[in-house]
T-cell receptor
């Protein structure tokens, strides 16, 4: 693919519902990251996948957040029982090991 | 704890002036230091990076300097232009084995003409 693809681009949900955000990385990139960016804020690290290694989940803010990466390619970030404070843009990025990160356009989540 | 600290959070300059943004990191084993630029409503993009085997790197009007002893690195933009207005993020892998790339909180640069 031409770049990192994320879907949906926008998601509005009600408090308490579960949401799934998808990331399709650049072909061949073994590293995949999820970050969260609240309005006007920085890039908060959530989770990192590298090849077949165990993911670094140290940034996940609570056990309501989880992510998986199937077949070393597509990744899904799941937020269970969403809260209003989960509202943010969720950015996915991929790279070669320790190389330049290429970001997707992000998924804007709004929890009502 | 492991983190990347960035200063200032906001910076306003006149067109043509220079801008300097500084970051410090905690892990002395870190060896890769990129800078990303995020324009309003867009995704972050790499503008320059430096590895620990050099002290300075330049690319036209931007440069990055690294002081491994003091564990800080800086972004320098000369002859600023209005299109340089954006949020700039520094980042570092927090150990030599390199797990996740951790970003500073960002600097909002405003260049007025």
């Amino acid at each position: 693919g031409a770049g990192v693809s994320q879907s949906p681009s926008n998601k509005v949900t009600e408090k308490g519902k579960d949401v799934e955000l998808r990331c399709d990385p650049i072909s061949g990139h073994t590293a995949l990251y999820w970050y969260r960016q609240s309005l006007g804020q920085g890039l908060e690290f959530l989770i990192y996948f590298q090849g077949n290694s165990a993911p670094d989940k140290s940034g996940l803010p609570s056990d309501r957040f989880s992510a998986e990466r199937t077949g070393g390619s597509v990744s899904t970030l799941t937020i269970q029982r969403t809260q209003q404070e989960d509202s943010a843009v969720y950015l996915c990025a991929s790279s070669y090991p320790r190389g330049e990160l290429f970001f997707g356009e992000g998924s804007r989540l709004t929890v009502l | 704890g492991e983190n990347v600290e960035q200063h200032p959070s906001t910076l306003s300059v006149q067109e043509g002036d220079s801008a300097v943004i500084k970051c410090t990191y905690s892990d002395s084993a870190s060896n890769y230091f990129p800078w990303y630029k995020q324009e309003l409503g867009k995704r972050p993009q790499l503008i320059i990076d430096i590895r620990s085997n050099v002290g300075e790197k330049k690319d036209q009007r931007i440069a990055v300097t690294l002081n491994k002893t003091a564990k800080h690195f800086s972004l320098h933009i000369t002859e600023t232009q209005p299109e340089d207005s954006a949020v700039y993020f520094c980042a570092a892998f927090l150990n030599q084995a390199g797990t996740a790339l951790i970003f500073g909180k960002g600097t909002t640069l405003s260049v007025s003409s």
